[in-house]
């Protein structure tokens, strides 16, 4: 777990999420929803502009993912799709296509990252939860895909990882898991 910025970010369940989501300010708690629900890094989101978010996906583009090699197209939860149509109707109602999606206190410039994990990390103490960050997203995401038993490679597809190497380290084994393990093993 991850504790004064060492370790590893802590994998939350569907109620933790819902609890820490309504504790963040509206701004923020859109862009967690959009970590949450797409495993898109931090700084991907931060620099996600309105010309690359589609009617049910959103364009990670190449310039704004790790490693800057490949776009990926993910598709958005109906839940994620209605709730950044309705952020748009509030921060961009020019439906100007080169805003910044989460945009910042300055104009043209986007929201900064230490923004957004200060007031993640604010909402986490107001609700003691530890070991939480912004790639707590992420890890919960890509784990619960995995226990809901979608394939490997779709996951891959999501997180753009380069390999399930890189992928499998994201994913966090449950205790129960384990067992189920040892009890269907022959």
């Known amino acids: 777990m991850k504790k004064d910025r ?6 939350l369940t569907t109620a933790e999420l819902d609890l820490l989501l309504e504790e963040l300010p509206e ?4 862009l967690a929803m959009l970590l949450r629900r797409t495993a ?13 978010v589609g ?17 990926r197209t993910v598709p958005l939860h109906p ?6 149509k309705a952020w748009a109707r509030v921060v961009n109602p ?14 043209g410039e986007h929201m ?8 993640l990390r604010k909402a986490a103490d107001r609700i003691g939860m530890v070991g939480v960050s912004t790639h707590t997203f992420r890890r919960s995401f890509l784990t619960a895909s995995s226990e809901a038993g979608q394939p490997l490679r779709a996951i891959q597809s999501i997180s753009g990882h ?10 966090e084994v449950s205790d129960q898991a384990k067992n189920n393990c040892v009890l269907a093993g022959a």
């Open 6 to 11: 060492y370790g590893r970010a802590r994998v």
């Open 55 to 71: 009617d049910g996906y959103v364009l990670l583009t190449a310039p704004t993912t790790k490693g800057g090699r490949k776009t």
């Open 162 to 171: 380069s390999s399930l190497t890189m992928l499998a380290a994201y994913i």
């Open 79 to 84: 839940e994620l799709d209605a709730t950044l």
């Open 40 to 52: 898109a890094r931090v700084s991907e989101g931060l620099q996600l502009k309105w010309r690359y």
């Open 27 to 30: 701004n923020h708690r859109v």
């Open 112 to 119: 900064t990252r230490r923004g957004f994990d200060h007031a």
């Open 94 to 107: 020019d439906k100007n296509p080169d805003q910044w999606v989460f945009p910042g206190r300055n104009p």
